[in-house]
């Protein structure tokens, strides 16, 4: 059983379509990660949210909006893509044990998008 | 603010010799670190984490790190090397202080010769 799943895997679109990529974790985790992974491989978190409360929305544009209708769930609407939204979006899980830090992420397989 | 430094984007190893992959933090309160490692097209793995218990951590695959505090240090060492070990590796940094979110390095390619 998958614990972290995406889709879809990959995401090919022309600039200016809005798009969503869902995300649901089957390990009871209180706390959902967005981060974007760039051409270069860095790796920056975008949204969190703990028990379908927003926690952190980082300097992204607008455009991205995150949704979750359950804690299980964790949806990226992205409207009016454009080329620089080109990346690798994660999805990641942790439990949400006192808050701590220290707990282990689990990520997702990653959705490819590219904006032609 | 924290911040990670993973130096050299790329590290070449033989098969059977050691693995170094360096990671220097900068955190202003207690930090937790990890090692993730990322195969091609796939999501990231934890490999090990650090949270301030034993300063040397073991994880999966044969890895293991020290925490180094008065070096800011957390690098990753295997004594031998696997081919099956050439993947993106990357260093993280959390804390305590609300956020929970983690800040990576860029991130080391490893390649292993035959």
């Known amino acids: 059983d998958t614990a972290v799943s995406q889709t879809p895997k990959y995401l090919v679109t022309q600039m200016g379509n809005d798009k969503s990529i869902k995300c649901e974790q089957n390990?009871?985790?209180?706390?959902m990660y967005w981060y974007k992974q760039d051409s270069k491989k860095f790796l920056k978190i975008m949204f969190s949210?703990?028990?379908?409360?927003?926690?952190i929305n980082e300097t992204v544009p607008n455009r991205f909006s995150p949704k979750s209708p359950d804690k299980a769930h964790l949806n990226l609407h992205i409207n009016s893509l454009e080329l620089g939204d080109s990346a690798v979006y994660f999805c990641?899980?942790?439990?949400?044990?006192?808050?701590?830090?220290?707990?282990?992420?689990?990520f997702g397989p990653g959705t490819r998008l590219l904006v032609l | 603010a924290q911040s990670v430094t993973q130096l050299g984007s790329h590290v070449s190893v033989s098969e059977g010799a050691l693995v170094l992959l360096r990671c220097n933090y900068s955190?202003?309160?207690?930090?937790?670190l990890f090692w993730y490692v990322q195969y091609p097209n796939q999501g990231l793995q934890l490999l090990l984490k650090?949270?301030?218990?034993?300063?040397l951590v073991k994880g999966i695959n044969g890895f293991e790190a020290e925490f180094k505090k008065s070096e800011t240090s957390f690098h990753l060492t295997k004594p031998s090397a696997h081919m099956s070990d050439a993947a993106e590796y990357f260093c993280?940094?959390?804390?305590?202080?609300?956020?929970?979110?983690?800040?990576f390095g860029s991130g080391t390619r490893l390649q292993v010769q035959p």
């Open positions: 990641a899980s942790s439990q949400d044990r006192g808050a701590r830090a220290s707990e282990t992420q689990y």
């Open positions: 390990l009871g985790h209180d706390t």
């Open positions: 949210y703990n028990n379908k409360e927003l926690i």
């Open positions: 955190s202003s309160v207690p930090p937790y």
């Open positions: 650090y949270t301030s218990a034993a300063t």
């Open positions: 993280a940094v959390s804390s305590d202080t609300g956020r929970r979110a983690l800040t």
